[in-house]
């Protein structure tokens, strides 16, 4: 699964495709002792003493070229996110619960009788050219997301626990009134007033607030309605992490060089080039050890595990690919979505069907060498105690498929079946390209339909390219009814940036009142108790499940082939900027 961005307040990123590889029939026991293997391997490299200098290739793997959004506020895509890592540095460090700490670029207070957070950026932290990150840095993301003219996806209505942020998103007023800047713009602290405490804020990736700055200096001149699509955003980004660009190549490649002014010190590489590399190109490149740092495709593990002069190291990434059914649109007026009741797709029994339809954990066998495994819910493993031990999922049952639909009158007419007014039933389905067994994996889900009497078709007849297939599910295509689509998580589990009704990416745009009161209860201020708000995740899980709007499908190891001259990379979050590599701490052994 494509590199997270963790998202710096939404929570979410859209990942990419199911990605599978071609490989031939695997074995159940070979495939048992690849996924033992991937759970040994360390998350970090051995620590040497690293020397200065020395050019990084980093593989960024992907089938198509980047859209090379350089903004956190604007940018959507996982692959963007890989891309942009040198340069990138969240405001805040975190431990590995992922829980902030005074040790990054910026200092986090938080008061829960006064109702508000105050973040100081260090003295010494600033952008690549040479200016100090100040208040107004960190004010602005706020408006670039909430200005709807700049239509970030990343808005959500978790902002408006901030005082005045409604009022400034729905055009009633002309600044953020609860973002204060005590010292003023170029002053180093916010102080950001909030109508209720909530129990994710002490955490990174928690959605009430923004973990990153933007250079309001070199942005203030653009309209917003021009950012996304402006040189300072595509092809001069500027940063204040350990690396600033040098050079990119559209779609392509991204060279990075030191950021002589970066605050924790000079980083030890001289250069870092992220490049695009296809899914079917990765296994002869890690053979040939032609990058020094390259994410495995977990179906061509077989062919790489035994390349010399590799360290691997594997994580399992809070991410998940799963299916969505589109049952109404983002109503643009309303800044919400709107479900349609009369929606082809807004039926539960016919939901749940497809769900039981899919073969998942036997794809995963047989394309993925035992690297991936089907999920029972949408809270991942890694959230601990919020995730739900007890669910089922949507494990492989024709049998219950037919059934379901049957009971709710999807009789069959000939070959297929019809709806229950009587009427033709057509379902189409949008995918995305991917390696070479992403048509075959595609085609066997929509034969496993096929099976129970549904006729099931792809969208335009064939796989949609990845920036096409966004464009289509964030723009509601009418073509559109079904889409098998993935996430990379924040570390803060709240579920409401990505399923409640004010978010845009509920690409599903499904909202229902229990929904609603879940997803607020989940994160009220009585969740400040924990067992109190386990229960209300696993309650959530449950009525997901059973609804069956989204149905999970599957997760990987992520395992990433490090060239053995490299000291100094982690996947541990305490080393990492909220999922972004720390850079500067990587070198080349002496």
């Known amino acids: 699964m494509n590199k997270s961005k963790i998202l710096r307040s939404v929570g979410l990123v859209s990942a990419g495709a199911?990605?599978?590889?071609?490989?031939?029939?695997?074995?159940?026991?070979?495939?048992?002792?690849?996924?033992?293997?991937?759970?040994?391997?360390?998350?970090?490299?051995?620590?040497?003493?690293?020397?200065?200098?020395?050019?990084?290739?980093?593989?960024?793997?992907?089938?198509?070229?980047?859209?090379?959004?350089?903004s956190d506020e604007l940018s959507t895509t996982a692959i963007d996110s890989s891309v942009a890592e040198p340069g990138e540095e969240s405001l805040f460090d975190t431990d590995d619960s992922y829980k902030i700490t005074n040790k990054g670029p910026a200092t986090f207070k938080l008061d829960r009788k006064a109702k508000t957070i105050t973040i100081t950026v260090k003295k010494g932290v600033k952008w690549s050219d040479g200016k100090q990150v100040n208040a107004k840095d960190?004010?602005?993301?706020?408006?670039?997301?909430?200005?709807?003219?700049?239509?970030?996806?990343?808005?959500?209505?978790?902002?408006?626990?901030?005082?005045?942020?409604?009022?400034?998103?729905?055009?009633?007023?002309?600044?953020?009134?609860?973002?204060?800047?005590?010292?003023?713009?170029?002053?180093?602290?916010?102080?950001?007033?909030?109508?209720?405490?909530?129990?994710?804020?002490?955490?990174?990736?928690?959605?009430?607030?923004?973990?990153?700055?933007?250079?309001?200096?070199?942005?203030?001149?653009?309209?917003?309605?021009?950012?996304?699509?402006?040189?300072q955003i595509r092809k001069k980004p500027m940063f204040f992490g350990p690396f600033k660009v040098q050079k990119i190549v559209r779609g392509q490649s991204v060279t990075w060089i030191p950021n002589k002014y970066y605050w924790r010190g000079e980083p030890k590489l001289a250069k870092i080039v992220s490049q695009v590399v296809s899914d079917n190109s990765i296994s002869q490149s890690i053979k040939s050890n032609k990058f020094d740092v390259t994410e495995v495709v977990n179906s061509q593990w077989n062919e790489v595990k035994d390349t010399k002069n590799v360290n691997f190291v594997a994580q399992i990434p809070?991410?998940?690919?799963?299916?969505?059914?589109?049952?109404?649109?983002?109503?643009?007026?309303?800044?919400?979505?709107?479900?349609?009741?009369?929606a082809k797709m807004n039926n539960k029994a016919l939901r749940q069907a497809m769900g039981y339809a899919?073969?998942?954990?036997?794809?995963?066998?047989?394309?993925?060498?035992?690297?991936?495994?089907?999920i029972p819910t949408l809270i991942p493993a890694q959230f601990g105690d919020y995730y739900d031990k007890s669910a089922k999922g949507y494990d492989y049952n024709l049998k219950k498929a037919n059934q379901l639909l049957d009971k709710a009158g999807y009789k069959k007419k000939?070959?297929?079946?019809?709806?229950?007014?009587?009427?033709?039933?057509?379902?189409?389905?949008?995918?995305?390209?991917?390696?070479?067994?992403?048509?075959?994996?595609?085609?066997?889900?929509?034969?496993?339909?096929?099976?129970?009497?549904?006729?099931?078709?792809?969208?335009?007849?064939?796989?949609?390219?990845f920036n096409s297939f966004y464009d289509k599910i964030q723009n509601d295509n009418p073509q559109v009814d079904v889409f098998m689509a993935g996430w990379s998580l924040a570390s803060e589990p709240s579920p409401a940036a990505l399923y409640?009704?004010?978010?845009?990416?509920?690409?599903?745009?499904?909202?229902?009142?229990?929904?609603?009161?879940?997803?607020?209860?989940?994160?009220?201020?009585?969740?400040?108790?924990?067992?109190?708000?386990?229960?209300?995740?696993?309650?959530?899980?449950?009525?997901?499940?059973?609804?069956?709007?989204?149905?999970?499908?599957?997760?990987?190891?992520?395992?990433?082939?490090?060239?053995?001259?490299?000291?100094?990379?982690?996947?541990?979050?305490?080393?990492?900027?909220?999922?972004?590599?720390?850079?500067?701490?990587?070198?080349?052994?002496?």
């Open 358 to 374: 899919m073969n998942v954990s036997s794809v995963d066998q047989h394309y993925t060498s035992g690297l991936s495994f089907r």
């Open 18 to 70: 199911l990605t599978l590889v071609a490989c031939g029939k695997s074995n159940n026991t070979a495939n048992d002792e690849n996924a033992k293997t991937a759970s040994k391997f360390p998350q970090a490299v051995p620590e040497k003493e690293a020397k200065q200098g020395g050019t990084l290739k980093y593989a960024i793997k992907t089938d198509t070229p980047f859209t090379g959004i350089f």
């Open 500 to 590: 409640g009704e004010t978010s845009p990416m509920n690409y599903t745009r499904f909202v229902t009142p229990k929904n609603n009161k879940l997803l607020k209860e989940i994160d009220s201020p009585k969740s400040f108790n924990h067992s109190y708000r386990v229960d209300k995740f696993h309650e959530w899980q449950d009525y997901m499940n059973d609804e069956a709007y989204v149905i999970p499908l599957d997760n990987s190891y992520k395992v990433i082939a490090v060239n053995k001259k490299i000291t100094g990379y982690s996947t541990n979050p305490s080393e990492n900027s909220n999922g972004h590599q720390l850079w500067y701490k990587v070198g080349f052994t002496k």
């Open 138 to 231: 960190l004010e602005y993301p706020y408006e670039i997301l909430a200005n709807k003219k700049t239509k970030a996806q990343r808005y959500s209505s978790q902002f408006e626990e901030i005082v005045g942020m409604k009022e400034y998103h729905d055009g009633k007023a002309k600044t953020i009134s609860g973002i204060e800047m005590p010292d003023g713009e170029s002053g180093r602290t916010v102080v950001l007033h909030f109508k209720e405490m909530k129990p994710g804020m002490l955490y990174s990736g928690n959605g009430y607030f923004w973990e990153s700055a933007a250079p309001y200096h070199y942005l203030k001149d653009i309209p917003f309605d021009k950012l996304q699509s402006s040189d």
């Open 414 to 465: 000939g070959k297929w079946r019809v709806q229950p007014n009587g009427k033709p039933l057509t379902i189409n389905f949008l995918a995305m390209t991917g390696s070479s067994v992403q048509e075959p994996t595609v085609q066997n889900y929509i034969q496993q339909w096929q099976k129970v009497g549904l006729n099931v078709k792809l969208v335009g007849g064939r796989l949609s390219e």
């Open 318 to 342: 809070r991410s998940y690919h799963y299916l969505g059914f589109k049952v109404g649109k983002w109503d643009d007026k309303q800044g919400k979505n709107v479900t349609n009741p009369k």
